[in-house]
């Protein structure tokens, strides 16, 4: 809570010094160019970068464009194209909702042209800033502005009828800042209503989608923000249902478009489960150990089953969660009688138990600071991350999690991955990807053959793999680097684009461990020929410290160009598929006791959903749900079949080589 409100407010301190940066950015800068538009009705006008099209934007410079509009009016931007450098500290646009510089929309990267980038302003002016730095210039940008009146009522309203659909202000442009909208729906009486996001986009990086404290969308009283799932639905147990939108001064989404519908109030949710909140959801993910709701309400009431364990709060969890250091009941259950804590105890990360009362009462009971802090500089040991300066805190995966915690900084230094640069926006039972969500994927060829394994981007030299995949067999030579190509910034086999590199390979080094009838430490490094450019589809994932945790039942994704059935054939579109950390010990339990500690397993235990041949040596990607950014928790290593019931997949755990692969490419 505490960590979302000083995130939220930037420090004084940051402001004077961000204003000191960008004082000191105009004077470094060799071109600062000023211009002034005032938009006149019915006339289209267009702003571009320096250059434009004829060639890249030139470095340091700094250009404003001031657009005015007619009292009463807005100025709506439409971007036609916009090419950019992905690092927003290093060329970026600023795109203001005034004439001088306060709240700001930063963009940067690249937007595919079949997506829509429409800004509104909330007044009747805008200031577009393009800020250039020395290295890296791209073509750059064009845009058109207009201007748009202001209607009396832009949004918000009564609606009736059995039926009908409301957007949020100028959809699909994105909604202006500083705005509020209330729809008083009403449908004929004796009947109920329901409203169904079709596109649900409220995200401010500023927000975390848990407190919904900037721009938000409020049902029935329930807010929401962030990004949300298509069909999404809201019903309510009257004739009416009131939905506000509110959005403050600054980041600006695409918005929502939503539907409402009449229905009979003996059928609130036809073929669905009713959530206390009054989402609809699936009647199969009832009782099923997640909470799907979001509020719980499809996990109460439920009659667990033999692969359950029952929690005290009438909640059914998959017992394979049982023991699994994570408190999935919510009142502990599932984490008593593990052999350690008993009921009304904490259960310390060192594996120790205090009595509850205990926490947060000033002293450090655990011994490593669980009971007291998120990050109490402590002796280390396996269950703290260690601080380049050798120092050890006890906060759980603080790696690029944007604050600093280690006094030296480091656990936030080489942060520059496992993000999506430029989404402005085989796996069996999966689907297509799109262009550049999983930049670090590599599909590897073998001269010859075509598509063999998968890797991962780690750095612009390296790549890691899975060893089974660089193993010589009587007929192929796979352990000799001129036998490979790696593509990178693919998309679909055998289309290249401008983004798709190809390299060639000039050293391999498999894990000298490796042990080719248990898989064991299945991991192997791939040195490039050359470095290679990062693009928006191609872009490094964070490796994990050794002591980062991956929780059974966190959900992580796995793609690749493997099969999409068990022996099928390769898929020609990358995939991607959601799957869950299974623990280890439940996991050997399934494979026969051939699960290591080297492994880690994931997997719809219903079956259906797995990596499979083909998709070998390529990422299995987690969401660090502090930071967003992506981390590499395994290696698709081996599987029984795949896609089968109560047959996960195996990975190598990334975790237990992250010392190897720095001795080995030194990232
Ligand atoms: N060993 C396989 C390969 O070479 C990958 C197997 C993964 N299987 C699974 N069911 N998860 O591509």
Redesign the pocket.
Known sequence: MLKDLVFSNESYFDQILCHFRYLLTLFLLSGYHKNAHHSRMGEIGTIESPGFPNSHYPPNVYVEWQLRADPAHRIRLEFTVLHLEKDCNNDFIKIYDSLVPTEKQVICGYYTPNEQLIYLSSGNVMLVTLVTNREKNFPGFRATYSQVPVKSQECGGKLTGLNGTFTSPGFPSRYPPQIQCIWDIEVPAGKHVKVNFNKFSLHDPKQNSHHCTKDYLEINNNRMCGEKSTNTVHSSRTNQIMVKFYSDMSYVDQGFLAEFKAFEPNDPCPGKFQCDNDVCINPKLKCDGYDDCGDMSDEKNCVCEAFHVKCRNGFCKPKFWHCDGVNDCGDNTDEENCGHCKAGEVACRNGRCVPEYKKCDGHNDCGDGTDESESVVLSCSEYTYKCKNNMCISKQNPQCDGEQDCEDGSDEADCDCGTRPYISSRIVGGEESSEGEWPWQVSLHMKGQGHV?GASVISNLWLVTAA??VQDTEKFMYSQPDQWEAYLGLHTQGKTSTLTVQKSVKQIISHPEYDPKTYDNDIALMELDSPVNFNQNIWPICLPAATHEFPAGQVVWITGW?ATREGGSLASVLQKAEVRIINNTVCSQLMNDEVTPHMICAGVLAGEV???????GGPMSSVDPNSGRLFLAGV????D??GRKNRP??YTRVTKYRSWIREGSGV
């Open positions: 394994c089974h995949c493997g797995d990596a499979c041949q083909g998709d070998s698709v290593s081996w599987g079949g795949c997949g195996v």
